[in-house]
């Protein structure tokens, strides 16, 4: 259940599953963040949005829950990049990167 294209203004909730080697790595203290930029290119200091995941309630099995709020997903209509990033004590690793398209909602 990965991230989807979504409308704006809504919540939008999603989880992703973790492996590292082919294990499930305990993510509880551990952080797993979104982050969303107009251009790939972007910095991430001008994101239009950076988000952490929920890693305690289902961490221990490698799931990182992401709630995004009608307040955070107020974004204009259009494709964006986006990047999650699982950070540890030890390393920095990209877990996705790729486009994705907030949608225009017909009615408020």
């Known amino acids: 259940m990965g991230l989807r294209n979504f409308y704006e203004k809504t919540t939008k909730v999603f989880k992703i599953e973790l492996k590292y080697n082919g294990i499930t790595p305990d993510l509880v203290n551990d952080t797993v963040s979104i982050i969303f930029k107009k251009r790939k290119g972007d910095l991430d200091s001008i994101a239009v949005l950076v988000k952490d995941a929920d890693v305690v309630a289902e961490g ?49």
């Open 60 to 108: 221990i099995n490698g799931i990182a829950i992401f709630t995004l709020t009608p307040e955070e997903t107020t974004l204009d209509p259009g494709t964006y990049f986006y990047e999650i990033k699982w950070i540890t004590v030890d390393s920095f690793n990209i877990v996705e990167s790729n486009n994705i398209e907030v949608l225009d909602r017909i009615y408020d």
